[in-house]
Protein backbone atom coordinates (compact mmCIF):
# COMPACT_ATOMS: atom_id res chain seq x y z
CA UNK A 1 0.00 0.00 0.00
CA UNK A 2 1.17 3.19 -0.69
CA UNK A 3 2.15 6.21 1.84
CA UNK A 4 -0.62 7.67 3.92
CA UNK A 5 0.02 11.50 3.38
CA UNK A 6 -3.13 12.98 4.86
CA UNK A 7 -5.85 11.84 7.13
CA UNK A 8 -8.32 14.31 7.88
CA UNK A 9 -11.36 12.97 10.41
CA UNK A 10 -14.27 13.95 11.17
CA UNK A 11 -13.00 17.55 10.81
CA UNK A 12 -15.42 20.62 12.17
CA UNK A 13 -13.75 23.75 11.67
CA UNK A 14 -15.19 27.35 12.55
CA UNK A 15 -14.65 30.93 11.42
CA UNK A 16 -15.43 33.47 14.31
CA UNK A 17 -18.09 30.66 15.76
CA UNK A 18 -19.92 30.20 12.11
CA UNK A 19 -19.14 26.21 10.99
CA UNK A 20 -17.85 26.11 7.82
CA UNK A 21 -16.80 22.26 7.36
CA UNK A 22 -19.06 20.05 9.64
CA UNK A 23 -17.26 16.49 9.93
CA UNK A 24 -14.74 16.52 6.90
CA UNK A 25 -13.26 13.20 6.44
CA UNK A 26 -10.70 12.61 3.64
CA UNK A 27 -7.35 10.00 3.05
CA UNK A 28 -4.69 10.73 0.52
CA UNK A 29 -1.76 8.53 0.04
CA UNK A 30 1.49 9.31 -1.87
CA UNK A 31 1.18 9.68 -5.68
CA UNK A 32 -2.50 9.96 -5.73
CA UNK A 33 -4.42 12.92 -6.89
CA UNK A 34 -7.61 14.29 -5.41
CA UNK A 35 -9.67 16.93 -7.04
CA UNK A 36 -12.26 18.86 -4.71
CA UNK A 37 -15.13 20.70 -6.22
CA UNK A 38 -18.29 22.11 -4.95
CA UNK A 39 -20.59 25.63 -4.94
CA UNK A 40 -18.61 28.52 -3.73
CA UNK A 41 -19.13 28.78 0.03
CA UNK A 42 -18.83 24.71 0.24
CA UNK A 43 -15.95 24.69 2.41
CA UNK A 44 -13.07 23.75 -0.32
CA UNK A 45 -10.81 26.78 0.68
CA UNK A 46 -11.12 26.61 3.78
CA UNK A 47 -10.18 23.23 3.92
CA UNK A 48 -6.99 23.51 2.32
CA UNK A 49 -6.35 26.45 4.81
CA UNK A 50 -6.75 24.36 7.20
CA UNK A 51 -4.95 22.39 6.58
CA UNK A 52 -1.83 24.55 6.16
CA UNK A 53 -2.27 25.86 9.47
CA UNK A 54 -4.17 29.51 8.85
CA UNK A 55 -4.62 30.73 12.50
CA UNK A 56 -7.88 32.26 11.25
CA UNK A 57 -9.72 28.61 11.76
CA UNK A 58 -10.25 26.97 14.70
CA UNK A 59 -10.90 23.36 14.56
CA UNK A 60 -13.85 22.50 16.65
CA UNK A 61 -13.54 18.73 16.19
CA UNK A 62 -12.04 15.74 14.59
CA UNK A 63 -8.40 15.37 13.30
CA UNK A 64 -5.57 15.79 10.49
CA UNK A 65 -2.35 13.66 10.74
CA UNK A 66 0.04 13.84 8.41
CA UNK A 67 2.86 11.66 7.18
CA UNK A 68 0.88 9.42 10.48
CA UNK A 69 1.81 12.54 12.97
CA UNK A 70 -1.50 14.77 14.47
CA UNK A 71 -0.77 18.09 13.23
CA UNK A 72 -3.19 20.45 14.92
CA UNK A 73 -0.59 22.07 16.82
CA UNK A 74 1.87 22.67 14.26
CA UNK A 75 2.49 26.21 13.05
CA UNK A 76 2.08 26.93 9.54
CA UNK A 77 5.95 27.54 9.20
CA UNK A 78 6.67 23.98 10.72
CA UNK A 79 3.78 22.55 8.25
CA UNK A 80 5.71 23.83 5.51
CA UNK A 81 9.10 22.62 6.64
CA UNK A 82 7.42 19.41 7.01
CA UNK A 83 6.45 19.06 3.33
CA UNK A 84 3.35 20.54 3.00
CA UNK A 85 2.63 23.43 -0.02
CA UNK A 86 -0.47 25.54 -0.57
CA UNK A 87 -0.78 27.01 -3.67
CA UNK A 88 -3.07 29.92 -3.00
CA UNK A 89 -6.01 31.37 -4.66
CA UNK A 90 -5.19 34.97 -3.86
CA UNK A 91 -1.51 34.84 -3.52
CA UNK A 92 -0.02 37.87 -1.13
CA UNK A 93 1.74 41.01 -3.02
CA UNK A 94 4.93 41.97 -1.24
CA UNK A 95 6.11 45.21 -2.16
CA UNK A 96 10.07 45.45 -2.04
CA UNK A 97 11.16 41.96 -1.66
CA UNK A 98 12.05 40.48 -4.75
CA UNK A 99 11.04 37.24 -5.92
CA UNK A 100 14.17 35.93 -6.39
CA UNK A 101 15.23 36.71 -2.78
CA UNK A 102 12.01 35.27 -1.48
CA UNK A 103 12.35 32.16 -3.57
CA UNK A 104 16.19 31.68 -1.87
CA UNK A 105 14.96 32.35 1.80
CA UNK A 106 11.79 30.09 1.15
CA UNK A 107 13.77 27.10 -0.30
CA UNK A 108 16.60 28.15 2.35
CA UNK A 109 14.06 27.50 5.19
CA UNK A 110 12.28 24.12 3.40
CA UNK A 111 15.62 22.61 3.27
CA UNK A 112 17.46 20.88 5.86
CA UNK A 113 21.05 21.51 3.95
CA UNK A 114 22.84 24.52 3.33
CA UNK A 115 21.60 25.87 0.00
CA UNK A 116 24.65 26.16 -3.00
CA UNK A 117 24.40 28.82 -5.12
CA UNK A 118 25.44 27.37 -8.30
CA UNK A 119 23.16 23.89 -7.75
CA UNK A 120 20.31 26.28 -6.65
CA UNK A 121 20.87 28.45 -9.72
CA UNK A 122 20.74 25.48 -12.21
CA UNK A 123 17.88 24.15 -10.46
CA UNK A 124 16.27 27.51 -10.63
CA UNK A 125 16.83 27.77 -14.46
CA UNK A 126 15.25 24.54 -15.04
CA UNK A 127 11.89 25.21 -12.95
CA UNK A 128 11.48 28.19 -14.51
CA UNK A 129 12.11 27.14 -18.26
CA UNK A 130 10.25 24.47 -18.03
CA UNK A 131 7.16 26.84 -16.90
CA UNK A 132 8.02 29.22 -19.40
CA UNK A 133 9.12 32.04 -16.99
CA UNK A 134 11.17 34.92 -18.35
CA UNK A 135 14.59 35.47 -15.57
CA UNK A 136 13.17 38.87 -15.15
CA UNK A 137 10.94 37.73 -12.84
CA UNK A 138 13.39 37.15 -10.07
CA UNK A 139 14.13 41.29 -10.02
CA UNK A 140 10.40 42.02 -9.68
CA UNK A 141 8.39 42.46 -6.57
CA UNK A 142 6.60 39.01 -5.06
CA UNK A 143 3.14 39.25 -7.13
CA UNK A 144 3.52 43.15 -7.49
CA UNK A 145 1.94 43.92 -10.37
CA UNK A 146 1.29 40.25 -11.53
CA UNK A 147 -1.19 39.48 -13.79
CA UNK A 148 -3.05 36.70 -12.54
CA UNK A 149 -1.68 33.85 -14.89
CA UNK A 150 2.20 35.19 -13.58
CA UNK A 151 0.45 34.68 -9.88
CA UNK A 152 0.14 31.15 -10.53
CA UNK A 153 3.19 30.29 -12.44
CA UNK A 154 5.14 32.08 -9.68
CA UNK A 155 3.02 29.71 -6.92
CA UNK A 156 3.39 26.61 -9.23
CA UNK A 157 7.57 27.76 -9.20
CA UNK A 158 7.47 27.64 -5.58
CA UNK A 159 5.87 24.31 -5.56
CA UNK A 160 9.16 22.68 -8.34
CA UNK A 161 11.32 24.33 -5.61
CA UNK A 162 10.20 23.43 -2.79
CA UNK A 163 9.14 19.71 -3.59
CA UNK A 164 6.37 18.99 -0.56
CA UNK A 165 5.29 16.11 0.03
CA UNK A 166 1.46 17.22 -0.07
CA UNK A 167 0.30 20.14 -2.41
CA UNK A 168 -2.98 21.68 -1.97
CA UNK A 169 -3.59 23.54 -5.07
CA UNK A 170 -6.39 26.11 -4.20
CA UNK A 171 -8.04 26.69 -7.91
CA UNK A 172 -4.72 27.07 -9.36
CA UNK A 173 -6.55 26.60 -12.65
CA UNK A 174 -8.12 30.20 -12.56
CA UNK A 175 -7.68 32.95 -14.54
CA UNK A 176 -5.10 30.95 -16.82
CA UNK A 177 -5.69 30.82 -20.58
CA UNK A 178 -5.43 27.43 -22.77
CA UNK A 179 -0.94 27.76 -22.78
CA UNK A 180 -1.16 29.20 -19.52
CA UNK A 181 -3.11 25.99 -18.12
CA UNK A 182 -1.10 22.93 -19.91
CA UNK A 183 2.13 24.69 -18.61
CA UNK A 184 0.89 24.98 -14.85
CA UNK A 185 -1.03 21.10 -15.51
CA UNK A 186 2.79 19.88 -16.32
CA UNK A 187 4.34 21.15 -13.45
CA UNK A 188 1.60 19.41 -11.44
CA UNK A 189 2.21 16.40 -13.06
CA UNK A 190 6.05 16.69 -12.31
CA UNK A 191 5.16 16.97 -8.84
CA UNK A 192 2.47 14.50 -8.39
CA UNK A 193 4.23 10.93 -8.72
CA UNK A 194 6.15 11.73 -5.56
CA UNK A 195 3.85 13.21 -3.44
CA UNK A 196 0.19 13.67 -2.55
CA UNK A 197 -1.84 16.50 -4.47
CA UNK A 198 -5.33 17.49 -3.41
CA UNK A 199 -6.54 20.22 -6.05
CA UNK A 200 -9.72 22.41 -5.49
CA UNK A 201 -10.97 23.64 -9.11
CA UNK A 202 -14.52 25.04 -10.17
CA UNK A 203 -13.61 23.84 -13.66
CA UNK A 204 -13.18 20.09 -15.53
CA UNK A 205 -10.66 21.48 -17.96
CA UNK A 206 -7.42 21.09 -15.74
CA UNK A 207 -8.78 17.88 -15.47
CA UNK A 208 -7.87 17.52 -19.61
CA UNK A 209 -4.14 17.80 -18.36
CA UNK A 210 -4.02 16.97 -14.99
CA UNK A 211 -5.80 13.06 -14.32
CA UNK A 212 -6.85 12.42 -10.89
CA UNK A 213 -7.54 9.47 -8.76
CA UNK A 214 -10.94 10.72 -7.06
CA UNK A 215 -12.60 13.62 -7.27
CA UNK A 216 -14.93 14.45 -4.27
CA UNK A 217 -18.07 16.69 -4.55
CA UNK A 218 -18.38 18.96 -1.17
CA UNK A 219 -22.06 20.00 0.17
CA UNK A 220 -22.31 22.07 3.36
CA UNK A 221 -18.77 21.23 4.36
CA UNK A 222 -18.46 17.87 3.92
CA UNK A 223 -17.85 15.70 1.07
CA UNK A 224 -21.14 14.35 -0.44
CA UNK A 225 -20.00 12.00 -3.22
CA UNK A 226 -16.73 10.43 -4.68
CA UNK A 227 -16.17 9.50 -7.79
CA UNK A 228 -13.22 9.15 -10.65
CA UNK A 229 -13.26 11.81 -12.95
CA UNK A 230 -16.02 10.97 -14.84
CA UNK A 231 -18.02 12.74 -11.77
CA UNK A 232 -15.86 15.97 -12.92
CA UNK A 233 -17.75 15.24 -16.25
CA UNK A 234 -21.12 14.99 -15.00
CA UNK A 235 -20.83 18.30 -12.96
CA UNK A 236 -19.53 20.16 -15.71
CA UNK A 237 -22.31 18.73 -17.51
CA UNK A 238 -25.27 18.93 -15.04
CA UNK A 239 -23.91 21.08 -12.40
CA UNK A 240 -24.55 20.12 -8.63
CA UNK A 241 -28.12 20.43 -8.17
CA UNK A 242 -28.88 17.06 -9.13
CA UNK A 243 -26.44 15.94 -6.01
CA UNK A 244 -27.81 18.20 -3.88
CA UNK A 245 -31.47 16.53 -4.37
CA UNK A 246 -30.01 13.49 -3.80
CA UNK A 247 -27.78 14.92 -0.13
CA UNK A 248 -31.04 16.51 0.62
CA UNK A 249 -33.15 13.12 0.26
CA UNK B 1 18.20 88.27 11.50
CA UNK B 2 20.45 86.86 14.63
CA UNK B 3 19.77 83.91 16.52
CA UNK B 4 20.11 85.97 19.31
CA UNK B 5 17.15 87.91 17.93
CA UNK B 6 14.74 84.99 17.24
CA UNK B 7 11.95 84.33 19.52
CA UNK B 8 12.21 80.07 20.03
CA UNK B 9 9.23 78.88 17.66
CA UNK B 10 5.52 77.86 19.08
CA UNK B 11 4.70 74.62 19.13
CA UNK B 12 1.49 76.17 17.95
CA UNK B 13 3.52 76.08 14.05
CA UNK B 14 3.25 72.92 12.02
CA UNK B 15 7.20 72.62 11.65
CA UNK B 16 7.44 72.72 15.96
CA UNK B 17 4.55 71.14 16.93
CA UNK B 18 6.36 67.20 17.64
CA UNK B 19 9.80 68.08 18.17
CA UNK B 20 10.09 71.81 19.70
CA UNK B 21 13.41 74.13 19.55
CA UNK B 22 14.12 73.16 22.83
CA UNK B 23 13.75 69.19 22.59
CA UNK B 24 16.71 69.62 19.03
CA UNK B 25 18.42 72.30 20.56
CA UNK B 26 21.99 70.98 21.67
CA UNK B 27 22.21 72.99 24.92
CA UNK B 28 20.02 76.13 26.15
CA UNK B 29 17.87 77.47 23.79
CA UNK B 30 19.78 80.84 23.93
CA UNK B 31 22.94 79.42 23.93
CA UNK B 32 25.32 79.31 20.72
CA UNK B 33 28.11 76.67 22.01
CA UNK B 34 31.07 75.63 20.30
CA UNK B 35 31.10 73.84 17.50
CA UNK B 36 34.00 71.75 16.09
CA UNK B 37 33.93 71.09 12.18
CA UNK B 38 32.55 67.87 10.59
CA UNK B 39 35.03 66.02 8.27
CA UNK B 40 33.96 66.09 4.93
CA UNK B 41 36.11 63.99 2.52
CA UNK B 42 35.65 63.23 -1.26
CA UNK B 43 36.15 59.30 -1.00
CA UNK B 44 35.59 58.19 -4.75
CA UNK B 45 34.39 60.96 -7.68
CA UNK B 46 35.18 64.55 -7.27
CA UNK B 47 36.86 66.90 -5.51
CA UNK B 48 35.42 69.07 -2.39
CA UNK B 49 37.16 72.76 -1.85
CA UNK B 50 36.79 74.67 1.27
CA UNK B 51 34.10 77.56 1.38
CA UNK B 52 31.46 79.83 3.51
CA UNK B 53 28.37 78.58 4.53
CA UNK B 54 24.92 79.43 2.61
CA UNK B 55 22.13 80.79 4.23
CA UNK B 56 19.27 80.44 2.21
CA UNK B 57 16.49 81.27 4.54
CA UNK B 58 17.37 84.24 6.98
CA UNK B 59 13.91 83.88 8.92
CA UNK B 60 14.34 80.11 9.66
CA UNK B 61 15.54 79.65 13.22
CA UNK B 62 17.68 76.53 12.11
CA UNK B 63 19.20 77.43 9.49
CA UNK B 64 20.59 80.47 11.62
CA UNK B 65 21.57 78.71 14.16
CA UNK B 66 23.81 76.28 11.82
CA UNK B 67 24.97 79.24 10.23
CA UNK B 68 26.29 80.78 13.09
CA UNK B 69 27.54 77.60 14.87
CA UNK B 70 29.73 77.46 12.06
CA UNK B 71 32.07 74.76 11.84
CA UNK B 72 33.23 73.33 8.54
CA UNK B 73 32.02 74.28 5.38
CA UNK B 74 32.51 73.12 2.10
CA UNK B 75 31.74 73.26 -1.79
CA UNK B 76 31.50 70.44 -4.17
CA UNK B 77 31.28 70.90 -7.80
CA UNK B 78 30.59 67.90 -10.17
CA UNK B 79 32.93 67.83 -13.11
CA UNK B 80 31.50 65.03 -15.19
CA UNK B 81 34.48 62.70 -14.66
CA UNK B 82 32.72 60.03 -12.64
CA UNK B 83 28.73 58.87 -13.40
CA UNK B 84 28.90 58.63 -8.84
CA UNK B 85 30.52 60.38 -6.38
CA UNK B 86 30.73 59.63 -2.35
CA UNK B 87 31.19 62.28 0.04
CA UNK B 88 31.63 61.24 3.23
CA UNK B 89 30.68 62.89 6.96
CA UNK B 90 32.14 62.32 10.11
CA UNK B 91 31.15 64.31 13.08
CA UNK B 92 32.88 64.43 16.37
CA UNK B 93 33.02 65.85 20.08
CA UNK B 94 30.42 67.37 21.75
CA UNK B 95 28.87 69.36 19.15
CA UNK B 96 29.49 69.18 15.09
CA UNK B 97 28.00 71.28 12.38
CA UNK B 98 28.90 71.07 9.12
CA UNK B 99 27.74 73.02 6.08
CA UNK B 100 27.70 71.77 2.31
CA UNK B 101 27.18 73.62 -0.94
CA UNK B 102 26.73 70.89 -4.14
CA UNK B 103 26.36 72.07 -7.73
CA UNK B 104 25.34 69.33 -9.83
CA UNK B 105 26.11 70.87 -13.20
CA UNK B 106 26.35 67.02 -14.77
CA UNK B 107 24.50 64.18 -14.53
CA UNK B 108 25.42 62.54 -11.77
CA UNK B 109 25.15 60.80 -8.23
CA UNK B 110 26.14 62.10 -5.15
CA UNK B 111 25.73 60.03 -1.97
CA UNK B 112 26.50 61.71 1.43
CA UNK B 113 27.30 59.11 4.12
CA UNK B 114 27.35 60.48 7.60
CA UNK B 115 28.45 59.14 10.80
CA UNK B 116 30.26 59.65 13.41
CA UNK B 117 29.87 60.04 17.50
CA UNK B 118 28.92 63.50 18.58
CA UNK B 119 26.57 64.06 21.06
CA UNK B 120 24.95 66.50 18.28
CA UNK B 121 25.61 66.97 14.84
CA UNK B 122 23.93 69.42 12.63
CA UNK B 123 24.21 69.45 8.94
CA UNK B 124 23.43 72.14 6.51
CA UNK B 125 23.21 70.60 2.64
CA UNK B 126 22.60 73.32 0.05
CA UNK B 127 22.29 72.52 -3.13
CA UNK B 128 21.52 73.58 -7.03
CA UNK B 129 20.58 71.50 -10.33
CA UNK B 130 22.26 73.49 -13.34
CA UNK B 131 19.56 73.45 -16.17
CA UNK B 132 18.84 70.16 -18.38
CA UNK B 133 20.92 68.47 -15.49
CA UNK B 134 19.58 64.61 -14.50
CA UNK B 135 21.04 64.38 -11.03
CA UNK B 136 20.34 62.36 -7.94
CA UNK B 137 21.81 63.59 -4.10
CA UNK B 138 21.16 60.79 -1.24
CA UNK B 139 22.06 61.12 2.47
CA UNK B 140 22.78 57.88 4.26
CA UNK B 141 21.89 59.09 8.07
CA UNK B 142 24.59 56.53 10.43
CA UNK B 143 25.67 58.42 13.18
CA UNK B 144 25.53 56.83 16.35
CA UNK B 145 22.58 55.79 18.26
CA UNK B 146 22.81 58.44 20.93
CA UNK B 147 23.23 61.40 19.56
CA UNK B 148 21.09 64.37 18.26
CA UNK B 149 20.85 65.68 14.67
CA UNK B 150 19.77 68.86 13.12
CA UNK B 151 19.74 68.65 9.47
CA UNK B 152 18.25 71.38 6.82
CA UNK B 153 18.63 70.77 3.25
CA UNK B 154 17.64 73.60 0.53
CA UNK B 155 17.61 72.69 -3.07
CA UNK B 156 17.11 74.84 -6.14
CA UNK B 157 16.32 73.12 -9.38
CA UNK B 158 16.90 75.11 -12.78
CA UNK B 159 14.91 74.69 -16.06
CA UNK B 160 14.49 71.11 -17.49
CA UNK B 161 16.30 69.70 -14.65
CA UNK B 162 15.61 66.35 -12.73
CA UNK B 163 16.87 65.38 -9.17
CA UNK B 164 16.57 62.80 -7.09
CA UNK B 165 16.87 63.11 -3.64
CA UNK B 166 17.20 59.62 -1.41
CA UNK B 167 17.23 59.68 2.63
CA UNK B 168 18.42 56.94 4.57
CA UNK B 169 18.00 57.45 8.52
CA UNK B 170 18.68 54.65 10.22
CA UNK B 171 21.12 56.85 12.43
CA UNK B 172 20.89 59.24 15.79
CA UNK B 173 18.68 59.59 18.53
CA UNK B 174 16.45 62.65 18.28
CA UNK B 175 16.92 63.54 14.35
CA UNK B 176 14.99 66.97 12.71
CA UNK B 177 15.03 67.10 9.05
CA UNK B 178 14.27 69.94 6.90
CA UNK B 179 14.35 69.45 3.91
CA UNK B 180 12.98 72.28 1.51
CA UNK B 181 12.94 72.34 -2.37
CA UNK B 182 12.27 75.40 -4.50
CA UNK B 183 11.68 74.99 -8.72
CA UNK B 184 13.29 78.10 -10.05
CA UNK B 185 12.24 77.54 -13.81
CA UNK B 186 9.78 75.21 -15.79
CA UNK B 187 9.98 71.78 -16.87
CA UNK B 188 12.17 70.78 -13.57
CA UNK B 189 11.40 67.46 -11.95
CA UNK B 190 12.14 66.26 -8.55
CA UNK B 191 11.19 62.79 -7.29
CA UNK B 192 12.27 62.31 -3.21
CA UNK B 193 12.37 58.75 -1.65
CA UNK B 194 13.05 58.75 2.07
CA UNK B 195 13.60 55.60 4.52
CA UNK B 196 13.46 55.54 8.22
CA UNK B 197 14.37 52.74 10.67
CA UNK B 198 13.33 53.34 14.23
CA UNK B 199 14.57 50.92 16.91
CA UNK B 200 14.78 51.51 20.61
CA UNK B 201 13.45 55.17 21.34
CA UNK B 202 14.35 56.95 18.50
CA UNK B 203 12.75 59.99 17.85
CA UNK B 204 12.89 60.93 14.09
CA UNK B 205 11.14 63.85 12.78
CA UNK B 206 10.91 64.62 8.75
CA UNK B 207 9.91 68.17 7.55
CA UNK B 208 9.70 68.42 3.49
CA UNK B 209 8.73 71.43 1.51
CA UNK B 210 8.27 71.26 -1.93
CA UNK B 211 7.76 74.70 -3.40
CA UNK B 212 6.50 74.95 -6.70
CA UNK B 213 6.43 78.18 -8.06
CA UNK B 214 6.93 77.94 -11.54
CA UNK B 215 4.36 75.95 -14.27
CA UNK B 216 5.21 72.85 -15.70
CA UNK B 217 6.98 71.08 -12.81
CA UNK B 218 6.55 67.90 -11.33
CA UNK B 219 7.42 66.60 -7.97
CA UNK B 220 6.37 63.03 -5.90
CA UNK B 221 7.12 62.50 -2.25
CA UNK B 222 7.16 59.25 -0.59
CA UNK B 223 8.41 58.56 2.77
CA UNK B 224 8.70 54.87 4.35
CA UNK B 225 9.05 54.50 8.39
CA UNK B 226 9.21 51.44 9.74
CA UNK B 227 9.39 51.87 13.64
CA UNK B 228 9.53 49.14 16.35
CA UNK B 229 9.76 49.16 20.04
CA UNK B 230 9.19 53.05 21.09
CA UNK B 231 10.07 55.12 18.61
CA UNK B 232 8.24 57.70 17.43
CA UNK B 233 8.25 58.52 13.64
CA UNK B 234 6.94 62.33 12.37
CA UNK B 235 6.72 63.02 8.94
CA UNK B 236 4.85 66.80 7.81
CA UNK B 237 4.77 67.84 4.48
CA UNK B 238 4.00 70.87 2.79
CA UNK B 239 3.75 71.13 -0.63
CA UNK B 240 2.85 74.49 -2.41
CA UNK B 241 2.14 75.73 -5.70
CA UNK B 242 1.88 79.23 -6.88
CA UNK B 243 -0.66 81.32 -8.14
CA UNK B 244 -0.09 81.35 -12.04
CA UNK B 245 1.89 77.83 -12.07
CA UNK B 246 -0.30 75.64 -13.70
CA UNK B 247 0.61 72.58 -15.16
CA UNK B 248 2.14 71.56 -12.18
CA UNK B 249 1.74 67.91 -10.92
CA UNK B 250 2.30 67.31 -7.18
CA UNK B 251 2.05 64.22 -4.91
CA UNK B 252 3.02 63.06 -1.50
CA UNK B 253 2.54 59.45 0.09
CA UNK B 254 3.61 59.09 3.88
CA UNK B 255 3.53 55.22 5.12
CA UNK B 256 4.50 54.17 8.29
CA UNK B 257 5.17 50.37 9.32
CA UNK B 258 3.97 49.96 13.10
CA UNK B 259 5.70 47.08 14.53
CA UNK B 260 5.22 47.33 18.40
CA UNK B 261 2.42 48.60 20.36
CA UNK B 262 4.30 51.31 21.87
CA UNK B 263 5.71 52.52 18.75
CA UNK B 264 4.30 55.91 17.37
CA UNK B 265 3.88 57.51 13.69
CA UNK B 266 2.33 60.84 12.67
CA UNK B 267 2.19 61.54 8.78
CA UNK B 268 0.95 64.92 8.03
CA UNK B 269 0.49 66.19 4.57
CA UNK B 270 -0.50 69.20 3.41
CA UNK B 271 -1.04 71.28 0.35
CA UNK B 272 -1.24 74.87 -0.12
CA UNK B 273 -2.68 75.18 -3.98
CA UNK B 274 -3.04 78.61 -5.13
CA UNK B 275 -3.18 77.92 -9.23
CA UNK B 276 -6.41 76.38 -11.43
CA UNK B 277 -4.68 73.92 -13.53
CA UNK B 278 -2.81 71.68 -11.72
CA UNK B 279 -2.57 67.97 -10.15
CA UNK B 280 -1.79 67.82 -6.65
CA UNK B 281 -2.56 64.67 -4.13
CA UNK B 282 -1.92 63.37 -1.21
CA UNK B 283 -1.35 60.03 0.92
CA UNK B 284 -1.04 58.54 4.10
CA UNK B 285 -1.00 54.97 6.07
CA UNK B 286 0.09 53.74 9.27
CA UNK B 287 -0.71 50.12 9.56
CA UNK B 288 1.00 46.84 11.70
CA UNK B 289 1.80 44.07 9.86
CA UNK B 290 0.29 42.68 6.83
CA UNK B 291 -1.37 39.31 8.32
CA UNK B 292 -1.98 37.87 4.91
CA UNK B 293 1.92 38.90 3.64
CA UNK B 294 2.83 37.40 7.26
CA UNK B 295 1.30 33.83 6.66
CA UNK B 296 2.23 33.91 3.22
CA UNK B 297 5.92 33.89 4.18
CA UNK B 298 5.15 31.39 6.46
CA UNK B 299 3.53 28.98 4.47
CA UNK B 300 7.06 28.81 2.68
CA UNK B 301 8.76 27.63 5.73
CA UNK B 302 9.96 31.11 7.14
CA UNK B 303 9.64 31.29 10.90
CA UNK B 304 7.79 34.35 11.81
CA UNK B 305 10.88 36.78 12.92
CA UNK B 306 12.17 35.94 9.64
CA UNK B 307 9.30 37.04 7.69
CA UNK B 308 8.67 39.79 9.35
CA UNK B 309 12.15 41.14 8.92
CA UNK B 310 11.86 40.31 5.31
CA UNK B 311 8.58 42.21 5.07
CA UNK B 312 10.18 45.02 7.33
CA UNK B 313 13.16 45.37 4.33
CA UNK B 314 10.81 44.69 1.92
CA UNK B 315 8.69 47.61 2.89
CA UNK B 316 11.79 50.24 2.99
CA UNK B 317 13.53 48.79 0.32
CA UNK B 318 9.89 50.10 -1.38
CA UNK B 319 10.79 52.98 -0.52
CA UNK B 320 12.96 53.57 -3.30
CA UNK B 321 11.15 51.91 -5.61
CA UNK B 322 10.01 55.91 -7.08
CA UNK B 323 13.88 56.84 -7.67
CA UNK B 324 14.75 55.86 -11.55
CA UNK B 325 18.61 56.80 -11.25
CA UNK B 326 19.90 53.12 -11.11
CA UNK B 327 23.19 53.53 -9.10
CA UNK B 328 21.22 55.79 -6.40
CA UNK B 329 18.82 53.27 -5.68
CA UNK B 330 21.43 50.54 -5.98
CA UNK B 331 23.76 52.35 -2.92
CA UNK B 332 21.17 53.06 -0.92
CA UNK B 333 19.35 50.00 -1.18
CA UNK B 334 22.87 48.23 0.17
CA UNK B 335 23.32 50.18 2.68
CA UNK B 336 19.83 49.83 3.93
CA UNK B 337 20.29 45.90 3.63
CA UNK B 338 23.88 45.99 5.51
CA UNK B 339 21.94 48.20 8.08
CA UNK B 340 19.34 45.41 8.74
CA UNK B 341 21.74 43.00 8.18
CA UNK B 342 22.98 43.86 11.45
CA UNK B 343 19.43 44.68 13.06
CA UNK B 344 17.30 42.01 12.46
CA UNK B 345 18.17 38.35 12.68
CA UNK B 346 18.51 36.77 9.27
Redo the contacts between chains.
Keep these: MADEILRVEDLHVSVEDTPILNGMTLTIHRGEIHVVMGRNGAGKSTLASVI????AYEITKGTIHYMGTNIEEM???E???AGM??S?QY???????QVG??LK??VQ??RDEPLKGRAFRKELNAAMTALDMPKTVLSR?VNDGFSGGEKKRLEIL?MLL?KPNLALLDETDSGLDIDALRIVAKGINSVAPQAGCLIITHYQRLLDHVQPHFVHVMIGGVIAQTGGPELALKLEKDGYEWLEATTEA | MKYADMAVPSRALHLWRYTPWARIHPSKVDEVPQANGVRFNALEGGELVEGAPRIIDADDISRVFLSELGGSAWTFETNGASDIVHLQAVASGHVAVGHLHVSLNHDVTVVLHLSGESDWTGLHVTGEVAPNVRAGFGLVNELSSNGKYLHCEDWRIDRDARLELAGLSIGGFRCKSDIRTRFTAPGGELTQAISVHGTGQRHIDHHIEVHHDVPHTNSALSIHAACDDQTHSIATGLLSISKGANHCDAGQVFKNLLLSDKARAEAIPELEVLADEVAAAHGAASAPV?M??L??????????E??VA??I???????F?SLSTKNLVDEMRTRLTVHLECELKR
Design positions: MGHPSVFRARFLFPAVIPGVTFKSSVYQL | DNQHYLMSRGLDESALLEGFMQDGS
